[in-house]
């Protein structure tokens, strides 16, 4: 076994210094009725031939990993540089863990710092943390954080323009705490209604909104603002597409007190829903009140820069069950691949990028709009998804449209029950303008 | 004496990425946008909406400058594939490479989460496969694998216990009781379910013995958190009838998995009587850290807690995978999709090259070389419990302190020499704690590598103390200040820093 190094010798001269028999000697001290007296019942072992061949036979079973992709909702796929995963692949970085010791860690110290900087930036906060698991747990972990900041807190406002699988998480997360939980619904426009939304706030609520919403639409956050200002109540953004952050304001410049995001599509891909990582970033003056991990600029001791985990009071192994947070392990590798892709990219490079995701969505929107039998339901703005109204059960379309080669987009109903003849696109800088035109062509041939 | 690895060598310093910095410098390569296009793209977004800041914060460097820089930072870091890492409860073993290029697979990477179930079988087959090898692992009725940390999975398995008791006994309950030797995510994560902690000492043997937990059980008690083997390497040899004294008021026996690579084969959880238990792939199951993750921390449960997994769960009906989102006492979600599964592909890929008897070997040498540092090493270091350990072993600072040399003096002092530190002031029970877990990954060779460097540390304690106590020599940097960084949090970098 090529990673177990001991030879029959080894064993025997290891075995001669504790005064053993054998090996089994060393599990004396677990009672024998508790010994599982057989072997387990598990296939294996392979070799590596071996095992490539059924690992190949189960890539061969998921044939829509090579598809035409139009697919969104929570995970996006960008065109990443091959230099992200010749980083993120060297084992200085993937082998080391949690960077407990400084000075054999400052790889991991380093990137970590510039990547709370590069989050705080594209959210507009002051500080940013080292990572969450993913957008859904970083909202849930602001709810908490909300009611920790303001003990009055009795009600949590969700947009029913969240994701459903993130208003889930975090009806999950704060299940054990006595809150009440309400819906804000959605106008025929596709985003919040201002009117029901304003009934629904005070100063005992916590706002949570997503923009772009998972319609595709971009809420009017300069409204919301002065709504959650004007009432007083915790203020939380979710963002599910991290690449809109290019060309909207950023949550922060709309004075919301926690902004969070799914940061998957830098740099990591969509790989069946995870790894990913949640982006949660918050004013100064929380700074002792945030969940997760924290890198801060220190000295050694002959006065050189360096960096160390910081503000560790707030974390578990140390305040135990006063703790703000439970998280211990976040998404480090995820966090870095994201740094490094968008120091890549650049402040140009992702302008352009989400530039082109913008417009492939609004060309295909102007496409289908034109096919009878089509429509596009929502008329407020979106960036690069948008929902199409479509003749047939959506899901039938996205049946006919794989034997074409194309996932055409997320059924509505897939998401939460209702409608079933609405289809969720999603375009990006991966797709050419032959790509679009070919979704075009096989959704026309549904057209009635 | 083995010689140890430590020693000097030249180390390239690198500033902020910031700092490179240089406007016109870029470092992607992108379509050029389609001119007819442009004009949609920037005409729809409500001018009030639109971003002004030029994206300011991001560094216009080129490729080159980008993977120089992260190629420095990458040699300023200590990883498994550096050397031995016998930081205890982490299990740092040997990250295989196999399990990275499966992770990679295209047809596991570009797989989208929302594409249809009909398309993407592969990925179903192996996550319901890897509940199955799990559940057989530790003993249990049914598996989640979307929890994406270990503490996550102590939220989702106390969460669930929650739900049973509002289920069955139509309150959560108040308290759930932990020994004082757990992790500090097992109380965190009770507090953050709304329980009580009470907290419970272990023996003078260092396990938790009948009568305590007997004294402190009544029927307001949801569960007890314990961890097994426990954090001073010890099997907790009274859990049988501890589950039995616990299940008998109704409470429920959660066990902290952190610690499974002991028992691979060997004894199972399900059958101790434990309902609940997390495992951490990105420990026992070999993959890598990162750093700080991505981990993974399914959640393995006895038939009682079956019906209250997070959605969705994975089946096998005739020849098809399936999710399974219609579970109505299901405790909900604890985040988005079903969990990291390029984390499971690498566990996954690694237990089919093990197979049975691997994993039992695994457990074995893991156990005997845990056991072969602390013989080496008790006449050097004070062994606070001495009795045949598992996978890992504790030492702590007693002999070496008459000198003025602490835990901490040792942990950077081994620095210089080639390893990285154990786990060191943890568990909390022992003062000075230095928590060694070798693995099974290492080598005769390199545990008396190990050994040679610690005798060398406890001899520098009596002859030449100042050396161990102004550890680490031989680092790019010297010991960091960390009251300095809390004092002043400075926790992003900006241009008049």
């Known amino acids: ?448 | 004496m083995a010689k140890v690895p430590g020693t000097k060598g030249l180390n390239l310093d690198e500033s902020l990425i910031f700092e490179r910095s240089r406007k016109g410098r870029t470092g992607f390569s992108l379509p050029v946008e389609d001119q007819d296009l442009r004009e949609i793209s920037t005409s729809h977004v409500p001018a009030p909406l639109e971003r002004k800041d030029g994206l300011d914060f991001l560094p216009s460097v080129s490729e080159v400058d980008v993977v120089r820089h992260f190629t420095r930072l990458s040699s300023w870091n200590y990883g498994v594939d550096s050397g031995m890492y016998p930081l205890g409860s982490c299990t740092m073993k040997y990250n295989p490479k196999i399990s990275e290029a499966a992770a990679r697979r295209p047809g596991f990477a570009n797989l989208h989460p929302l594409a249809p179930e009909s398309l993407s079988q592969g990925a179903l087959q192996l996550m319901y496969e890897l509940q199955q090898f799990l559940a057989e692992i530790g003993g249990f009725a049914a598996v989640t694998l979307q929890p994406a940390a270990g503490a996550h999975g102590e939220l989702t398995g106390i969460k669930m216990v929650r739900a049973f008791h509002l289920d069955v006994h139509g309150r959560p309950r108040k308290k759930v009781i932990i020994p004082d030797t757990a992790h500090g995510t097992n109380p965190a994560s009770s507090a953050l379910n709304g329980y009580e902690v009470v907290e419970i000492s272990s023996g003078d043997d260092g396990v938790l013995h009948a009568e305590q937990v007997r004294e402190a059980m009544d029927e307001e008690v949801a569960a007890l958190m314990l961890t097994n083997p426990n954090t001073l390497g010890l099997f907790e040899e009274h859990i049988a009838e501890i589950a039995g004294i616990v299940h008998e008021k109704g409470g429920l026996l959660y066990c902290d998995g952190a610690n499974m690579n002991a028992l691979l084969g060997k004894a199972r959880p399900g059958d101790m009587g434990v309902d609940v238990l997390q495992f951490n792939l990105h420990k026992t199951f070999s993959t890598p850290h990162g750093g700080g993750g991505p981990g993974s921390g399914p959640v393995g449960v006895g038939k009682v807690l079956e019906p209250y997994l997070p959605v969705p769960v994975v089946t096998h009906k005739g020849d098809r995978y399936h999710l399974d989102n219609d579970r109505p006492k299901s405790v909900g979600k604890m985040r988005s999709f079903f969990g990291n599964f390029g984390v499971m592909v690498r566990a996954y890929t690694y237990l089919l090259e093990m197979g049975p008897a691997g994993l039992t070997r695994a457990a074995e040498l893991a156990v005997l070389n845990a056991n072969y540092v602390k013989s080496r090493l008790e006449k050097y270091y004070h062994l606070p419990y001495k009795k045949i350990c598992m996978h890992e072993c504790v030492l702590s600072d007693k002999m070496q302190k008459a000198n003025g040399v602490k835990t901490i003096d040792i942990a950077k002092r081994l620095i210089d020499l080639g390893f990285h530190p154990p786990t060191i002031y943890f568990p909390l029970v022992v003062d000075g704690a230095m928590m060694i877990e070798p693995t099974e990954t290492e080598s005769l060779e390199s545990l008396e590598s190990f050994v040679s460097a610690m005798k060398q540390i406890a001899k520098e304690a009596k002859t030449d103390p100042g050396i161990v106590k102004s550890a680490p020599h031989n680092t790019r940097l010297s010991r960091l200040d960390e009251t300095l960084a809390a004092r002043n949090p400075v926790l992003t970098w900006s241009k008049h820093d």
């Open chain 1, 1 to 448: 076994m090529r990673y177990l190094p001991h030879t029959t010798q080894d064993i025997s001269i290891m075995l001669h210094e504790l005064g053993f028999e054998g090996i089994e000697d060393l599990f004396a001290g677990i009672p024998h009725s508790l010994m599982l007296q057989r072997d387990l019942h598990l296939p294996g072992p392979m070799s590596e031939p071996e095992l490539n061949r059924h690992l190949e036979n189960l890539e061969k079973a998921n044939p829509a990993a090579s598809c035409i992709s139009f697919l969104g909702a929570g995970a996006y796929s960008h065109a990443v540089p091959a230099a992200v995963d010749a980083i993120v692949s060297r084992s200085e970085f993937s082998t080391a863990y949690t960077p407990y010791q400084p000075e054999v860690s400052q790889g991991t110290l380093q990137s970590i710092f510039e990547f709370q900087t590069v989050t705080a930036g594209l959210l507009g906060m002051d500080v940013a943390n080292a990572s969450m698991y993913d957008g859904a747990s970083a909202a849930a972990e602001a709810v908490l954080m909300a009611k920790r900041v303001r003990r009055n807190i009795t009600r949590i406002v969700l947009s029913a323009g969240l994701l459903p699988e993130v208003g889930r998480t975090i009806e999950t997360y704060v299940s054990a705490l006595d809150l009440e939980i309400i819906e804000a619904p959605l106008s025929g426009e596709g985003i919040l209604d201002l009117g029901a939304l304003s009934a629904a706030l005070d100063k005992d609520t916590a706002l949570v909104v997503q923009t772009p919403n998972f319609l595709g639409c971009i809420e009017d956050m300069r409204s919301l603002a002065g709504l959650a200002g004007e009432k007083n109540a915790f203020f939380i953004s979710f963002t599910a597409e991290p690449y809109s952050l290019a060309v909207l304001e950023p949550p922060g410049s709309f004075g919301v007190d926690v902004a969070t995001a799914e940061g998957q599509a830098f740099g990591n891909p969509v790989s069946f829903g995870g790894p990913y990582l949640g982006l949660f970033a918050t004013s100064k003056k929380y700074v002792r009140r945030m969940p997760g991990r924290l890198v801060g600029l220190t000295r050694d001791g002959a006065g050189k820069q360096g960096f160390v985990l910081t503000l560790a009071t707030r974390e578990q192994h140390i305040r135990r069950a006063r703790a703000t947070s439970n998280i211990c392990s976040n998404e480090g590798l995820c966090a870095l691949a994201s740094l490094v892709h968008l120091c890549c990219l650049g402040p140009e490079g992702l302008a352009r990028a989400a530039r082109i995701s913008r417009a492939n969505a609004e060309y295909l929107k102007a496409g289908i709009a034109e096919i009878p039998g089509f429509s596009i339901p929502y008329k407020a703005s979106t960036f690069n998804e948008f929902v199409v109204e479509t003749p047939v059960p959506a899901n039938d379309l996205v049946q006919e449209s794989t034997r074409h080669g194309i996932l055409p987009g997320v059924p509505l109903n897939r998401l939460k029950n209702g409608n079933e003849n609405r289809l969720l696109i999603c375009t990006s800088e991966l797709h050419t303008r032959q790509d679009l035109d070919n979704l075009i062509r096989v959704l026309k041939q549904r057209g009635a």
